[in-house]
């Protein structure tokens, strides 16, 4: 069968390495346009486009998803499937009407909940215990679509963002392939969304991972590993920017320090104030630094004891 391709960052590459080495042809590759990294001064591909290009298919950057041009060239394919994996932008009428069987997405979530964008991110952030990614018929609405296939995946309580991302991405490839050789054999009976029971997600940014002190230990330790690789958790110690990169629920006798002082620390961390509580943080990143151990910090920098962080500079 032919499909039409369409998608963006690092988690669609499984799904089109899988859809590479099947059986499907792949006419072209949809992929966002070229964006310049953070100074401005270098072009970046998306991963979907480096992977395209790695494998000698065409890809198609549209500025404009309803741009007349490339509606007409999406036509032209006379696809089987457009298959949309994180392509980042919902897809018009006019689009979903061209192929020959169906617009088949592939969510990162168990829809209804978590639609919308960084479905990965604030599942963790949220302590979700479990998650998963669905495939679904495509409709002019955000994640709204017919259900089709799900998994789901136990979220324990250290897996970070990266995590649960490389693990659904791998399976839901899996999943992508069985969704698209099975529905046209009618194997496969579409489930309408409750909408009642929809969540939706708001975008990640820079600032999502800044740590309120003044929280829970554990919705900051969610905080911490939701937002890692990126954006990173972040507080601020004697001015500094710090990247809180991993933690762990811990207890410590009481004190009555103010949330967000160091009040004790070892070969595992330091140990913070929370408002309910302490919570260790064993990787710190300062400005200009590679992330490190807590404990080799402090042995060549002198004790934390005392400091606090803060959520201003």
Not at 216 to 223: E, K, Q, T, V, W
Not at 234 to 254: M, P, Q
């Amino acid at each position: 069968m032919n499909i039409v391709f369409m998608g963006t960052p690092e988690f669609a590459v499984s799904s089109l390495n899988k859809l590479i080495d099947s059986d499907f042809v792949i006419s072209a590759v949809v992929t966002q346009p070229d964006r310049p990294n953070s100074r401005g001064k270098k072009v970046n591909f998306s991963p979907v486009k480096q992977t395209a290009f790695d494998n000698g298919l065409q890809v198609l950057q549209p500025e404009k998803i309803k741009d007349a041009s490339f509606i007409e060239k999406l036509r032209s394919y006379n696809p089987d499937y457009i298959v949309v994996v994180a392509y980042g932008r919902i897809l018009p009428k006019e689009i979903l009407q061209i192929p020959k069987i169906a617009c088949i997405n592939l969510h990162a979530s168990l829809l209804p909940k978590y639609r919308g964008a960084a479905p990965i991110h604030w599942a963790v952030i949220d302590g979700e215990k479990k998650s998963g990614a669905t495939t679904m018929l495509m409709d002019t609405g955000m994640d709204t679509g017919d259900m089709l296939y799900k998994f789901e995946v136990e979220i324990s309580n250290e897996m970070t963002t990266g995590e649960l991302h490389d693990i659904l991405a791998r399976k839901g490839a899996d999943l992508l392939i069985d969704t698209l050789r099975d529905y046209p054999e009618g194997i496969i009976t579409p489930v309408k969304q409750d909408d009642e029971e929809a969540t939706y997600t708001k975008m990640i940014d820079r600032d999502t991972g800044k740590i309120d002190w003044d929280s829970p230990s554990a919705a900051i330790h969610n905080l911490i590993r939701g937002t890692h690789p990126y954006p990173g958790a972040y507080s601020f110690l004697e001015g500094n920017r710090v990247k809180l990169s991993t933690s762990r629920l811990t207890v410590l006798a009481s004190t009555d320090a103010v949330p967000g002082t160091i009040v004790n620390e070892g070969d595992e961390g330091i140990v913070v104030k929370t408002a309910d509580g302490v919570l260790l943080i064993r990787e710190l990143q300062f400005p200009g630094k590679k992330r490190m151990k807590v404990s080799d910090y402090i042995r060549g920098n002198g004790s934390l004891i005392g400091k606090r962080f803060s959520t201003l500079s």
